[in-house]
């Protein structure tokens, strides 16, 4: 089945606004990383240039490209987790500017960089991710949608969330954290299994802490998701929050771009999908993922299976992305242009 299996799905658009979702939150958050949180009457609500990167509007940063990078190994891989595929991919961003949208690595968190130098120092591919209690930050949350989305039943989303993981933050609190992030991403909804690791919902906002710290960034996510009723919303109030400003936004924007999707008065609105960097490519590729998921077996493969969740047409366009389509081209020859080079290597 695939897709969200449960629940009447296939839901294209769900899945769509989680990638999207999370490239809206990081794109919206990016002028704000390493600010203090604002005041509801300051709230940032709208794509701004510069921030810490000085980055054009719209732009985001390492949380979208290395999920871009995931989803360009698992399109590979037809499905499949290979540690070797995934840390080339990531290795082409860091080196090459793959998956970026400035073309270059401008901004990388040490726990991936580590693991990324470890794979180019010849280390085992799985033996790559930190562990210890260094390790416990919020960067493998921040780019989870493509495990899910692609993933054919809520067990596998969790295999590959977990597995995906491993290959930088190889911490058990961080493992806890992606498997009840995966399992909610999948259902859409929060789990009783982890009220445990949420906010009361009634937590006061100032309480609510928006650093790097995994569990910090998981419970913000929901906070702004249950104080909130539309993606918007949730999102900006996420980004508010400051400190890690982006990473908030992109871990927000999955779980409200799961729920409220990309159609209707409470999903993402017109001015955060027109006015992302290359959000026609981030849609197509989300379609994609969900196609893959849409499989009758592991062997199998959904390339050829129709949408059929996709009853309203394709959101128009104000923006070109002149170039992309080159610039995703050319990262996906330096990706198979490394595998061949790592499987021809001693």
């Known amino acids: ?111 991936c960089q580590q693991a990324i130098q470890r794979f180019e120092a010849g280390v085992d591919p799985e033996e790559c991710g930190t562990t210890g209690k260094w390790a416990s930050g919020n960067g493998a949350l921040m780019r989870m949608a493509p495990a899910v989305i692609s993933a054919y039943r809520v067990e596998e989303a969790v295999e590959l969330a977990i597995g995906q993981t491993k290959l930088t933050h190889n911490n058990p609190e961080v493992l806890m954290y992606s498997e009840a992030f995966a399992k909610e991403l999948w259902h859409g909804k929060p789990l009783p299994e982890y009220d445990h690791l949420r906010l009361p919902k009634d937590t006061p906002r100032q309480n609510v802490m928006s650093g790097g710290y995994v569990k910090e960034s998981y419970q913000c996510a929901w906070w702004c998701v249950q104080n909130t009723d539309s993606f918007e919303e949730a999102v900006v109030t996420a980004v508010n929050r400051g400190h890690d400003a982006d990473t908030s936004g992109a871990i927000t924007g999955q779980l409200a771009g799961r729920i409220y999707g990309i159609h209707g008065e409470k999903a993402i609105p017109d001015w955060m999908y027109e006015g992302l960097y290359a959000h026609e490519h981030l849609y197509d590729l989300a379609c994609r993922l969900c196609d893959l998921s849409i499989r009758d077996s592991r062997d199998g493969w959904g390339a050829d299976v129709p949408r059929i969740g996709l009853q309203d047409p394709v959101r128009p366009s104000s923006q070109q992305e002149n170039g992309w389509s080159e610039t995703i081209d050319k990262n996906h020859s330096q990706s198979e242009t490394s595998i061949k080079k790592l499987e021809s290597s001693p």
């Open 1 to 111: 089945m695939g897709i969200f299996e449960n629940d009447g799905g296939p839901h294209y658009g769900q899945g769509a606004g989680m990638l999207l979702g999370l490239a809206v939150g990081d794109a919206l958050g990016a002028y704000l990383e390493f600010e203090d949180s604002r005041e509801p009457e300051n709230y940032l609500r709208d794509y701004q240039a510069g921030g810490p990167h000085n980055l054009p509007a719209g732009c985001w940063t390492d949380d979208t490209s290395m999920a871009l990078a995931m989803a360009d190994s698992l399109l590979m891989q037809r499905g499949k987790l290979d540690p070797k595929n995934m840390l080339a991919c990531w290795r082409d961003w860091f080196r090459n500017g793959a998956y970026s949208s400035t073309d270059t690595c401008f901004d990388i968190g040490m726990t």
